[in-house]
């Protein structure tokens, strides 16, 4: 959580900084600040709200100077004040620090520096930091970027945490100073100009060489070069990395918002994560990454999927899909509870861990806590650069390209098609024979042209959207694989338009919710043409008993919705095991265009952010 872009070199900071904070709002936005050294000192901006509040207090206030640190942030410890935005300053005021990530040991660490004569002026942890740095750079006996790298070095050793931060001090002008340790960062290279940058979006502008920083590393950025050692005093070695996508992929293009664009790119998407996957000469799926033979694979007799939010929703249709193809058991496993649970794994149970960002904090514990248990632990993640695409023993990648809205859509769908891919090359290997291989590629490759279609129905939904936009409560169900997709839906929906939701398997309406049922209130069935339709008709006639609204979502050409439901939204037919990739669209574009109705924030909803890098 929390956004960092830092830069150094001969042009202005500002703009690259404002521009670069814009770019990583989605990380946090309730505050914002900036340090700008002007050549003699730093100055210091700061604003509670938007990006663009801060830009109505730089113009109110300019500031101008080729080296600067700046900070987006998502509040963890203390409320959001103007005091407790970053950069935060040390005891002397001239050393100027913004942190991503949390201080664990900070109470402590704060009563102590209290007690030597510190006066804070924040509730935040990251003062502490700051108050740390700045007392041992003042004890060293010369003042130089070796002696500031030293001093970050003894305060680094003093903490628990994570931390992804930038220094500068006003005595060490031609310097910035940075370290990851749980939290993002990345070194952009360009001629004679430094950036750093919690994601690369912030800065793909500028430079698309880049250097992932790892765990433990500290980085001091001059405009002529840069130099890796870690927290232990040793020297780093690195690797430059070029950014695959450009600037423009990061940009809204035409859409109104990001989740728009997003919902909108998963044909391609979806495209994308077959790409190469499906081979037609064996009747299955490629997925070399997994780092594992057939032979390893055949013995694997239970899968645990661990995430977090969208990414767990994803993992629990991922459980039918498997199951449904390739006959092993799969459990799910919220990575919060997974990574304390202790839950017995034997010997032939294969875990992955799926995040779209690959730096959810309870995700990559769950990764470490099962790799330390000597598991082989594969990564589902579209970041490819990310802490859990690196640490963990294999895996796919999704290929969706950066998704920025703070709503998961497109993520969501390429991670439902590669655990389709996953069910294609585990049933492979046990009981599908190679013409039930040949049909299931036939039908996953037709998958994008049916996303394609089903976004279609975008203005339909929209008319939908407008006449129930201001009900207070919806129900969301299904059953079997479309449970998950219940689940997403109501999480879709209340993140952005702040509406309360929730999902349940349709047989569940009996046993409780049905008390729920109101004519304020609409409950949406996913009921497509499947074994379990009829099942769904009995739902749904119990709930129009009571006067309840009914929004369904079915399978094209049926009719027997249109009879009993108040709206219906058809979409294409495919195998019951794919149907959640289409049916899911219809939700994501209902959520949107509600939130849209209420005039919601939709790309940046309240209390959230996108990566949620503390615990
Ligand atoms: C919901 C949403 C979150 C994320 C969750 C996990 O729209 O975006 O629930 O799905 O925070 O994030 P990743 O997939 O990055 O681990």
Redesign the pocket.
């Given at each position: 959580m929390c956004g960092i872009v830092a830069y150094i070199g001969h042009s202005n900071a500002l703009p690259v900084l404002m521009d670069g904070l814009r770019r990583l709002e989605y990380r946090g936005y309730d505050s914002a600040g900036v340090a700008i050294f002007d050549g003699g000192q730093i100055h210091l901006r700061k604003s509670v709200g938007r990006i663009a509040n801060l830009a109505e207090e730089i113009e109110r206030n300019p500031v101008s100077g080729s080296i600067g640190i700046s900070h987006t942030r998502w509040a963890t410890h203390g409320a959001v004040t103007r005091e407790n935005a970053h950069p935060h300053t040390d005891k002397s005021g001239r050393l100027h620090l913004v942190h991503n990530g949390v201080i664990e040991n900070y109470q402590i660490l704060r009563d102590q520096l209290i007690e030597r004569g510190h006066v804070f002026h924040s509730q935040t942890d990251t003062e502490v930091l700051a108050h740390l740095v700045g007392e041992a750079f003042d004890r060293a006996t010369s003042r130089n970027v070796a002696s500031l790298v030293e001093a970050l070095r003894q305060a680094l050793r003093q903490v628990v945490g994570t931390y992804g931060i930038s220094v500068v001090h006003a005595d060490v002008a031609d310097v910035i100073i940075g370290a990851r340790r749980g939290s993002p960062l990345v070194l952009g290279i360009g001629k004679n100009e430094h950036f750093l940058a919690s994601d690369v979006s912030a800065i793909v502008a500028y430079t698309r060489d880049v250097v992932y920083l790892n765990d433990y590393e500290i980085i001091a950025l001059q405009a002529e070069g840069f130099e890796i050692t870690t927290v232990s005093g040793n020297g780093a070695d690195y690797q430059v990395s070029k950014v695959e996508y450009s600037a423009d992929s990061v940009d809204k293009g035409h859409y109104p918002h990001y989740m728009l664009k997003e919902i909108h790119e998963q044909p391609n998407s979806v495209r994308d994560a077959l790409r190469g996957r499906l081979c037609l000469e064996e009747a299955t799926a490629k997925l070399g990454g997994l780092n594992m033979s057939n032979a390893d694979l055949r013995s694997v007799d239970r899968i645990v999927l661990v995430?977090?939010?969208?990414?767990f929703h994803a993992a629990l249709a991922g459980e039918y899909l498997i199951e449904s193809l390739a006959h092993i058991p799969v459990e799910c496993e919220f990575a919060s509870e997974f990574r304390y649970r202790n839950i017995p794994l034997d010997r032939d149970t294969l875990v992955f861990v799926?995040?779209?960002?690959?730096?959810?904090a309870d995700?990559l514990a769950a990764l470490r806590e099962s790799q330390r248990k000597g598991h082989r632990t594969l990564g589902i993640c579209n970041n490819v650069a990310s802490t859990i695409a690196r640490e963990s023993d294999g895996g796919v990648y999704m290929h969706a390209g950066p998704e920025i809205g703070?709503?998961?859509t497109k993520?969501f769908t390429s991670q439902l098609t590669i655990f389709a891919l996953l069910g294609l090359l585990l049933g492979r290997i046990r009981h599908l024979s190679h013409g039930e291989g040949l049909e299931i590629i036939a039908s996953m490759e037709k998958l994008p042209d049916l996303v394609a279609r089903t976004l279609l129905l975008d203005a339909q939904i929209a008319a939908i959207a407008k006449k129930y936009a201001h009900s207070k409560s919806f129900l969301f169900m299904g059953r079997q694989a479309q449970f998950p997709i219940a689940l997403e839906g109501a999480?879709?929906l209340k993140?952005i338009s702040y509406i309360s939701s929730s999902g349940y398997p349709s047989a569940e309406l009996k046993h409780g919710v049905i008390a729920l049922i109101t004519e304020e209130a609409p409950s949406i069935f996913i009921a497509p043409r499947d074994a379990v339709f009829e099942k769904n008709i009995s739902n749904i006639e119990e709930v129009k008993a009571r006067k309840g609204p009914v929004i369904a979502i079915g399978t094209e050409g049926d009719t027997a919705l249109a009879k009993i439901c108040d709206d219906v939204i058809l979409i294409p037919d495919c195998p019951h095991y794919l149907t959640p990739i289409l049916s899911v669209i219809p939700l994501q574009l209902l959520s949107y265009h509600i939130a849209v109705e209420l005039g919601c924030d939709v790309d940046k909803p309240r209390n959230l952010a996108?990566?949620?890098t503390v615990e």
């Open positions: 995430g977090c939010g969208t990414a799926v995040s779209q960002s690959g730096e959810t995700t703070v709503a998961a993520s999480l879709k993140e996108k990566s949620v």
